[in-house]
């Protein structure tokens, strides 16, 4: 008789060195780490608004060291432009790479019917760009540079909308997730701020704008994270004041604005939405992601294969072929009248022959 096989032992979860499912989000989070996030926010608005100084004040960082400001002159005549802006920006271990695209120009010129075309123009490129990569051989490396949020400043010396404002984000809240910013607010009063924001709500609600909102807090998250999504709802739109200059008040150096009357600290909840702004953009960044990927991406994805699909091609043909068949259609037409035609002018011509014929034969 053979002996009888050891059976194999079954390894104890519970034991040092097992990998249970418990451990996936380890193994995303540690991955996620090792490559890295990308974000690419656009920011649009009137120059003068302080865009550049509020987002080196939530970066931290300088991204347009060697900018030149332009005199009244040049901007009359100047046309948008689209600058660009990538910094890797590294916190605890965790990599960002953030792309910022300014679009300086816009809203300068006398005539402004034109000038969101460019902008426009650069968010569907880059979606055809992604679309292109992404059907394209070689998908281990694609690099994502589709705009996932437009922080539009408004000017705070108006008493809403411009003109200009609503028709710039008519044309493009179903491309990108817009986010609706107040500058310097440091130039209104409390009540002129909660008057403004509630006009500027009921205009963006009155022309049927589309505006990014914060998705609601899950049942099972905890009271402080449902509290601060509240708050930061009721918020919206963010009047914010930006700075990078170090001012001491209370005895502590601070980010804010020295007045002589006071001090405007960036950072203070009590003075302006600017922390509210920040902790909106990076708790929801995912989300924010998730939401271009999700919905603009794919409109303009299942837009752009309409048109490259067969069907659309077919329709083209059949419109070209239905053309052509009517124009020969009334060339025959417009022959047979001329043939009509010619043939009354024979008939009258013969008919006033007779008639001659018939006068002679009495005179």
Same mark, same amino acid.
């Given at each position: 008789?053979?002996?009888?096989?050891?059976? /194999?032992?079954?390894?104890?979860?519970?034991?040092?060195?097992?990998?249970?499912?418990?451990?996936?989000?380890?193994?995303?989070?540690?991955?996620?780490?090792?490559?890295?996030?990308?974000?690419?926010?656009?920011?649009?608005?009137?120059?003068?608004?302080?865009?550049?100084?509020?987002?080196?004040?939530?970066?931290?960082?300088?991204?347009?060291?060697?900018?030149?400001?332009?005199? $009244? $002159?040049?901007?009359?005549?100047?046309?948008?432009?689209?600058?660009?802006?990538?910094?890797?920006?590294?916190?605890?271990?965790?990599?960002?790479?953030?792309?910022?695209?300014?679009?300086?120009?816009?809203?300068?010129?006398?005539?402004?019917?034109?000038?969101?075309?460019?902008?426009?123009?650069?968010?569907?490129?880059?979606?055809?760009?992604?679309?292109?990569?992404?059907?394209?051989?070689?998908?281990?490396?694609?690099?994502?540079?589709?705009?996932?949020?437009?922080?539009?400043?408004?000017?705070?010396?108006?008493?809403?909308?411009?003109?200009?404002?609503?028709?710039?984000?008519?044309?493009?809240?179903?491309?990108?997730?817009?986010?609706?910013?107040?500058?310097?607010?440091?130039?209104?009063?409390?009540?002129?701020?909660?008057?403004?924001?509630?006009?500027?709500?009921?205009?963006?609600? /009155?022309?049927?704008?589309?505006?990014?909102?914060?998705?609601? $807090? %899950?049942?099972?998250?905890?009271?402080?994270?449902? %509290?601060?999504?509240?708050?930061?709802?009721?918020?919206?739109?963010?009047?914010?004041?930006?700075?990078?200059?170090?001012?001491?008040?209370?005895?502590?150096?601070?980010?804010?604005?020295?007045?002589?009357?006071?001090?405007?600290?960036?950072?203070?909840?009590?003075?302006?939405?600017?922390?509210?702004?920040?902790?909106?953009?990076?708790?929801?960044?995912?989300?924010?992601?998730?939401?271009?990927?999700?919905?603009?991406? %794919?409109?303009?994805?299942?837009?752009?294969?309409?048109?490259?699909?067969?069907?659309?091609?077919?329709?083209?043909?059949?419109?070209?072929?239905?053309?052509? %068949?009517?124009?020969?259609?009334?060339?025959?037409?417009?022959?047979?009248?001329?043939?009509?035609?010619?043939?009354?002018?024979?008939?009258?011509?013969?008919?006033?022959?007779?008639?001659?014929?018939?006068?002679?034969?009495?005179?």
């Amino acid at each position: 008789m053979s002996k009888q096989q050891p059976a /194999e032992k079954f390894t104890n979860p519970e034991t040092p060195g097992y990998v249970g499912f418990a451990n996936l989000p380890n193994q995303v989070h540690r991955k996620s780490v090792k490559k890295g996030f990308e974000f690419t926010l656009m920011v649009v608005g009137e120059s003068g608004l302080g865009k550049s100084t509020l987002i080196n004040s939530l970066f931290l960082t300088d991204l347009y060291p060697e900018r030149i400001i332009p005199g $009244a $002159a040049e901007k009359i005549e100047r046309t948008v432009q689209i600058e660009a802006s990538t910094v890797e920006i590294e916190e605890r271990g965790v990599k960002l790479r953030l792309t910022v695209v300014d679009t300086p120009g816009y809203g300068d010129a006398i005539n402004c019917r034109d000038c969101f075309r460019t902008i426009i123009s650069y968010i569907d490129e880059q979606f055809e760009r992604y679309l292109h990569d992404e059907s394209g051989l070689n998908r281990r490396h694609i690099v994502d540079n589709r705009v996932h949020c437009c922080f539009y400043f408004i000017s705070p010396f108006g008493h809403g909308l411009k003109p200009l404002d609503v028709e710039f984000m008519k044309a493009i809240h179903n491309k990108v997730n817009i986010v609706p910013v107040i500058a310097k607010a440091d130039t209104l009063t409390l009540k002129e701020r909660e008057r403004l924001k509630k006009r500027i709500l009921d205009e963006i609600e /009155e022309h049927s704008i589309k505006i990014y909102h914060l998705p609601d $807090a %899950e049942s099972d998250e905890d009271e402080d994270f449902k %509290e601060q999504t509240r708050l930061l709802k009721t918020s919206i739109p963010f009047c914010v004041v930006g700075s990078n200059q170090l001012i001491e008040a209370k005895g502590k150096k601070v980010r804010g604005r020295l007045y002589p009357w006071g001090v405007v600290e960036v950072e203070n909840p009590e003075h302006n939405d600017f922390l509210k702004l920040r902790t909106m953009l990076i708790t929801h960044m995912q989300d924010l992601q998730e939401v271009t990927q999700d919905l603009h991406y %794919e409109n303009f994805r299942s837009e752009r294969l309409k048109k490259g699909g067969r069907k659309v091609e077919d329709e083209e043909v059949n419109k070209d072929q239905i053309l052509l %068949e009517k124009e020969a259609e009334l060339r025959r037409m417009q022959e047979m009248i001329a043939r009509m035609q010619a043939q009354m002018q024979m008939q009258r011509h013969g008919g006033e022959g007779d008639s001659d014929g018939i006068h002679g034969h009495k005179v």
